[in-house]
Structure formats: C-alpha cells, structure tokens
C-alpha cells in the first residue's frame, strides 16, 4: 500500500502542478477553459485517493497527529507531494 501512496503522491503532485501552472493561466489569459476541465477531474480523483489512502498508512505506520497533518497539509502545497517519501521512511 505503500507504494501504491508513493505513486498516487507523484500522480496527484503533477496533476496539482499542472493544473496551477498551465491550464488556470491559459484559462484567464485566453478565456479558454478547456485544459482546466480536462485536468480537474483527475486531480480531484488523486487527491481523494492521495487523502483517503494516507488516512489508511496513518494507521499502519501508526503515525501521530502531527506527522498525519504535515502530510495532509503537503497535499495542498504546490511541490508538496513530492517530498513525502520522507514521512514514509519513518
């Protein structure tokens, strides 16, 4: 299952990131909403995943409040989910 988050963590960072940095600017900047509709599905589908599947390594790895929060909070945080391996470790 681990790896499983390790992979879903990679998906759901890419999709964040080009969903920040590609479709929202082209979205304003040629009022054209198309990639934004294309990758906003998918993002949300990996991040409930990214979500509901660290919820699960929470309680196998038996991590505490806080170490559970820091990796709720990389979720949202653009690059965020590319450096959890190091919670996985511990």
């Known amino acids: 299952m681990i790896l499983f988050f390790k992979i879903i963590s990679w998906f759901e960072g890419i999709?964040?990131?080009?969903?920040?940095?590609?479709?929202?600017?082209?979205?304003?900047?040629?009022?054209?909403?198309?990639?934004?509709?294309?990758?906003?599905?998918?993002?949300?589908?990996?991040?409930?995943?990214?979500v509901v599947l660290a919820y699960f390594i929470k309680q196998e790895l038996q991590w505490n409040k806080k170490t559970f929060i820091k990796v709720l909070v990389a979720s949202v945080l653009p690059l965020g989910t590319f450096f959890i391996g190091k919670y996985l470790k511990k």
Not at 28 to 35: E, G, I, S, V
Request: overall charge positive; charged content about 10%; glycine content about 6%.
């Open 15 to 50: 999709s964040y990131l080009l969903l920040l940095f590609l479709a929202t600017p082209y979205k304003y900047f040629y009022h054209n909403d198309t990639y934004v509709k294309m990758l906003g599905m998918p993002h949300g589908i990996l991040f409930i995943l990214y």
